[in-house]
């Protein structure tokens, strides 16, 4: 078998990669950083000349020729595009040898996955212990919002002293209302710096949340190491980072409880699955971060199902409910967990026609700014 083929498609939905061979088998992936689709096409089809004509089965291989054949070490958009192909050519081998991708990296360990949503209205408590209590009816045993200002929802701005309290109230009135069978995760998302998040670690603590998701920024890891000191809250990080070297300090220093591995920003399947076994020996569980795709979400489901520590997989658009145009056949999902695929390959069918009619929107910057007018992570 050979490949044919490269075909990137950016969408509304992201950026996406389909991989065709002489034997009429294609593969799907998936690229991170979807505000970043036109540049990793780009660097998806620099790529092409060295892909075409090779054997797909031979992923390793392949993996290190796109990340290192260009000479200069890539970051987070080299590695997104090979994270969209590397997905692909895993689908083409299930594909071409009959079975799931989990058979390929293992087996099953568990028989579903479980997940988190995304709740609304973080910025009223009454709507958000509105949502949480939705989620929770429809069969989800955890609940998930991200950190507001709620006074300044309405021009982007995010002052930390005000979120902090109002983020504590949140996490109090949602443990109070829902029980304490529902398991809780609150994504900072960087928004906050060390001192602050600390104080909020501390305000949470007993309310029990699972995991408190991107504390800080995350171009530091020994920041990090001062939160992990002063709290005893699970912390959650990962979902920026490009390959196995960017988590090798936190994970080695165990300064997270939660590696949120973005499949389509690390390296694919091939680098998850070496940071994943890295992860066991340090006791850490994986929590892959997933706010794209139909692609991106089988993936992750695969990774989780044939790795030994998993905790929760991120889904905030049930499989089969978005994007059912250009992905007729994805994976199943019931009752708040990711259930087992019985297609070969990752499970998910592609209707080219359809992607080549979507056209891709481009928008302004996400951030947030403080009173004063200075920038903060979005």
Known sequence: MKITAIKPFVLDAGIYVKIET????????????????RAI????YSMAPDLIGQDPFRIEHLWQVMFRGGFFPGGG??????????????????KALGVPVYELLGGLVRDKVVCY?????????????????????????????GMVDPEGEEGNILEPSRAVRFGIEQVKAVREQLGEEIEICVDVHTRLDPSAVIQFCKGVEQYRPYFIEDPIRSESSDSLRLVRQQTSVPIAVGEQWAGKWAFRQVIEEELTDYARIDIC???GLTEAKKIAGWCETHFIYLAPHNPLGPVSTAACLHLCLASSLVGVQECPRPPGTTHTDVFPVQVPFADGYLQVPDRPGLGVEFNEEAAVAGEPRAGKGLWYLREDGSFTNW
């Open 117 to 145: 949503p995304h709740n609304g209205d973080p910025g009223d408590i009454d709507k958000l212990v509105a949502s949480c209590r939705k989620t929770q009816a429809a069969g989800y045993k955890f609940v998930r919002w």
């Open 22 to 37: 002489d034997e009429g088998i294609y593969g799907l992936g998936e690229g991170g950083m979807k505000r970043r689709g």
């Open 265 to 267: 920003i690390a390296g």
């Open 77 to 94: 958009i080299q590695t997104s595009a090979v994270s969209a192909v590397d997905l692909a050519l895993w689908d083409i081998k299930g």
């Open 41 to 44: 096409a780009e660097v998806i």
